[in-house]
């Protein structure tokens, strides 16, 4: 992203982790995903920076996949 020309910056940090790839998934039973609206199988996966990437600010992070989305929606909304 490109400053504006009239705004005066001296300095900034843009930190972008970009794509990760899965090391290691496991099956986490069934949950209620809130954008389906039923109970499905879900799948905790690690996710790291790829190989040609490290080593990495970032740690591996774990996450929760929807077996119907690919996405984790099993907390429930805010502003309900």
């Known amino acids: 992203m490109t400053p504006p020309r009239d705004c005066d910056i001296t300095g900034a940090v843009v930190l972008c982790p970009g794509p990760s790839v899965v090391i290691v998934e496991r ?11 039923k109970r ?29 989305c690919g996405e984790d929606h099993t907390a429930f909304p805010n502003g309900w």
Not at 27 to 36: I, Y
Not at 41 to 67: F, G, K, M, N
């Open 27 to 37: 099956a986490a039973g069934e949950r209620w995903c809130f954008k389906c609206r």
């Open 40 to 68: 499905l199988p879900h799948t905790d996966v690690l996710l790291d920076d790829p190989p040609e990437r490290q080593p990495s600010y970032y740690e591996p992070v774990w996450a929760c996949r929807c077996s119907g």
